[in-house]
Nanobody
Framework: QLRLVESGGGLVQTGGSLSLSCQVFGDTIDRKAMGWFRQRPGKEREIVSV????????EYGDSVKGRFTISRDNAKKILFLKMNSLKPEDTAVYYCAARASLSGSLMVYRRTYEYDYWGQGTQVTVSS
């Protein structure tokens, strides 16, 4: 069992930066792929970025490529998301997620239904 707790959200101006963290409690995150997703008002939850269990493989949603960077520290059981050049359309609740089953070292998963554990979310608001 895992419990995921996001932090680092807040209010920032257009062009600013924020760093999100997701602390994992419970079982190890070794061999478990993870990811960040977001849900904008009135929209479905969508991919932001996903990462393989060793961090060697990452993928990003088209709208955040080149601006966001995902990383992880398995020893500390933390998932990170560095967000630069933020835009008003990045305003959303950001969720971290983890799979329950073990994965290959370069496997990433882009779909919300492929994840078993979710945090409560952290609000990111970008003002224009």
């Amino acid at each position: 069992q895992l419990r995921l707790v996001e932090s680092g959200g807040g209010l920032v101006q257009t062009g600013g930066s924020l760093s999100l963290s997701c602390q994992v409690f419970g079982d190890t995150i070794d061999r478990k792929a993870m990811g960040w997703f977001r849900q904008r008002p009135g929209k479905e939850r969508e991919i932001v970025s996903v990462i393989s269990y060793e961090g060697g493989s990452t993928e990003y949603g088209d709208s955040v490529k080149g601006r966001f960077t995902i990383s992880r520290d398995n020893a500390k059981k933390i998932l990170f998301l560095k967000m630069n050049s933020l835009k008003p359309e990045d305003t959303a609740v950001y969720y971290c997620a983890a799979r329950a089953s073990l994965s290959g070292s370069l496997m990433v998963y882009r779909r919300t239904y492929e994840y078993d554990y979710w945090g409560q979310g952290t609000q990111v608001t970008v003002s224009s």
